[in-house]
Each structure stands twice: as structure tokens, then as C-alpha cells.
């Protein structure tokens, strides 16, 4: 898969912006602040519905403007299609393909694409819902029928703990029999979210491990070693099924009930759970160093496109691979062997502040400071 067209129509700091691209390498060559990183981030966008640089849409949308677009023409061998999402200030988003009108969720799929990013240090150091975020990412791209559930499954989680909190302030009966329904509710895209994540996590452990030893391969023997598992408070290693794991919730709901009533909270789920990840013997997050942290979150952004790229089976169906500002983070070692790797992916986007923190040898097109500011001014 790649992209020969990209449009952004008051997106950022662009009022306007038009390029195209070939399949390979593409780098862009600016200073910080010129806007390489909005671009990377708009192509973003359009695979996962969201940016990897803010929770919300509202800065996506130039200054004192109702709405942001971005467009794309995708290629898969010889099929085309333009994908585009208007953005809005305020109000619902909108997509069409090929111009017509289609609804959000029906373009999920159509661009594939791996970002990583500065911001991918979280998945390592960062608070367990990062790397929720990043596993339910990948869930739906490999599966885009996923993003109902996690709207299914958070949906009745608010409403779930609404109703907790309305009992720990009074256990009418009829309330407590209407917990019961939620508990159905919740349980269902629960199970179903807990097992896309296990079946996942079960792909994805060797292509982590992999990745890891090759960039770390100048690290002692004992450090070049990853591991990825879930972490719950619940044992779902046996569970063969969603439907397993939604028996397996169900009791624990039941175990729980008095205090999550006490305390007007769900505590067990998907939305409680986490992804623990080990460097050698020792947990990565509080003994990793800056290097290691790095290297590791690369690890998994990597394994996840080698997933999804199997999972197409050919070039034509492969993800999309960006790298925002990682070169700088690498030493010499690490930033070629990463370009060796990267160069299998049909399209890569790489941003960088200066040549220098580029590897030596790396092909491709350049896009330079110049092409990207003629297009900012109001």
C-alpha cells in the first residue's frame, strides 16, 4: 500500500498543502516548528481516526476555522481510491471515498499505517492506559469491526459506573436488578475486546522479541532479550474464547459486587488491565535506560507492523511505516540497522530537524524546509 497524493486543507498550520509521493522513502527536512510532523500525523489520521500527538481533534483544525481536511489517493496494485476526512472544529467528523459520502467507521481499513513517534515512550514509562491505547490500535486495524465493540464496551462502562455510584448512595433493589443487565451489557464487548487483545499479544511475542535483539544487538547479551503478557487481575491463559472470558468476568463481577458498589467503580475489565513488558529479568518501566526505553518501544511499534504486514500477505496490502523524529534518539549503530530494516516496507515517511541525525546511505525522495513553507502562509 501507498500514498501518491496528500491534501491538507486547513489542517494545522497548513491552509493549503499538496504533494505526492512515490512508493520507498520519503524524508522530510526541516527544522522544528515547519510543520513535518503535521503532515506525518495527517496520514496518521486517516488509518486510525486519531492523532498520536493529542487526545482530542479541536487543535487538528486551524486557527479560527470550522473544519480541517485531509486527502489521500491510496494504491494497492491497480486498485485507487481517494480517502478524505473533514475534521470539524465543533460537531461530528465526516469521510467520503472517491467522493461519496460514507460513514466514519466504513473507511477504517482503507489506509493502513504504523506511526511511531517521541510520544511512543509512554508505551514503555508511561501509565497502563498507553499501552491499552496501543494494543487496541492494532486490535482494529487488524480487525476494524473492533472499533463498535470498544464504543459497545465503553458505552456500557459509563453506564455501568453511573449506576454503581447512584448505589453506593442507595441499594434500591431495583437498582441493584438493573446492574444485573449491565453486567450482560458490559461483559459481552468486554470479553470480546479481552480476547482480540489476547490473540494479538499471542502474534505479536516473537516479532517483539526480534525486533528488540536486532536494534539492541550491541547491548550486553543478557539485556537484549523483550517480553510482552497481559497483566490482569484476572487469569485469562486458559480462555480459548470470548466467551470464556466473558464467563470468567461474569464471576468476577459477581466476587466483586460489594465493592465495586462501595467504591461506585467497575473494578475489573479491559479498561483496568495492562500490558507488563520486561527487558531481560527485570520489569522495563522504572529499569530500562533512555536507550533501552527507546529501543523497546520501537521493538513493539515494528512488531506490530510486521503483524499487520503478514496479516496482508502481500506489498500491495502492506502498512504504511512512519518514523517522527527517531533517528536522533539513536546512536550510529541502532539508526542503521533500523534504516535495514525499515527498507522493507513498500512506503516510509521519515521526518528529521537536520541531515545529521539521519544513518548515512539512506535513500530515497527529500522534502525539504522550502517545499513545506511555501504553503503555510494565511
Keep these: 500500500m501507498w500514498i501518491s497524493r496528500l491534501s491538507l486543507r486547513d489542517f494545522r498550520s497548513y491552509p493549503e498543502l499538496d504533494l505526492e509521493f512515490s512508493p520507498g522513502v520519503t524524508t522530510f527536512v526541516a527544522d522544528n516548528g515547519t510543520g513535518k510532523t503535521n503532515i506525518v500525523e495527517a496520514i496518521g489520521y486517516l488509518a486510525h481516526q486519531r492523532s498520536h500527538r493529542v487526545a482530542f481533534d479541536a487543535p487538528l483544525v486551524r486557527e479560527d476555522r470550522p473544519a480541517a481536511t485531509v486527502s489521500a489517493l491510496v494504491n494497492r496494485d491497480q486498485r485507487h481510491a481517494t480517502v478524505e476526512v473533514t475534521i470539524q472544529a465543533k460537531g461530528a467528523?465526516?469521510?467520503r471515498v472517491n467522493r461519496s459520502a460514507v460513514k466514519l467507521k466504513d473507511i477504517l481499513g482503507l489506509v493502513s499505517c504504523v506511526v511511531f513517534a517521541p510520544?511512543?515512550?509512554?508505551?514503555?514509562?508511561?501509565?497502563p492506559a498507553e499501552r491499552r491505547s496501543w494494543i487496541d490500535t492494532l486490535v482494529v486495524a487488524r480487525n476494524p469491526r473492533f472499533a463498535s465493540i470498544i464504543t459497545d464496551f465503553e458505552r456500557a462502562l459509563k453506564q455501568r459506573n453511573a449506576l454503581l455510584k447512584r448505589l453506593r448512595e442507595d441499594r434500591d433493589p431495583g437498582l441493584e436488578a438493573t446492574l444485573d443487565i449491565w453486567n450482560m451489557a458490559y461483559a459481552d464487548s468486554a470479553s470480546e475486546l479481552v480476547f482480540g487483545r489476547q490473540r494479538i499479544l499471542a502474534d505479536i511475542v516473537?516479532?517483539?522479541?526480534?525486533n528488540f535483539a536486532y536494534i539492541a544487538a550491541d547491548a550486553r547479551l543478557e539485556r537484549q532479550g523483550a517480553h510482552i503478557s497481559y497483566d490482569s487481575r484476572i487469569d485469562y491463559s486458559r480462555s480459548a474464547s470470548a466467551a470464556e472470558c466473558r464467563e470468567l468476568l461474569l464471576e468476577a463481577l459477581d466476587r466483586r459486587r460489594t465493592a465495586e458498589i462501595e467504591r461506585g467503580l467497575t473494578l475489573h475489565g479491559p479498561g483496568r488491565d495492562d500490558l507488563s513488558l520486561r527487558i531481560g529479568s527485570h520489569p522495563a518501566k522504572g529499569y530500562a535506560s533512555h536507550g533501552e526505553t527507546w529501543s523497546l518501544a520501537l521493538a513493539m511499534q515494528l512488531a506490530g507492523w510486521d503483524l499487520l504486514s503478514a496479516d496482508a500477505g502481500s506489498a500491495a496490502e502492506q502498512p504504511i511505516l512512519v518514523l517522527d523524529d527517531v533517528f536522533a534518539e539513536l546512536d550510529t549503530?541502532?539508526?542503521?540497522?533500523?534504516?535495514?530494516?525499515?527498507?522493507?516496507?513498500?512506503?516510509?515517511f521519515i521526518t528529521a530537524a537536520v541531515d545529521s541525525d539521519l544513518p548515512e546511505g539512506l535513500e530515497g525522495t527529500r522534502i525539504d524546509e522550502s517545499r513545506l513553507l511555501q504553503d503555510t502562509s494565511s
Design 93 to 95: 467528523n465526516r469521510a
Design 119 to 127: 510520544e511512543d515512550l509512554s508505551l514503555v514509562r508511561g501509565e
Design 206 to 210: 516473537a516479532p517483539l522479541q526480534e
Design 333 to 348: 549503530g541502532r539508526r542503521s540497522r533500523l534504516a535495514t530494516r525499515v527498507a522493507a516496507a513498500e512506503q516510509v
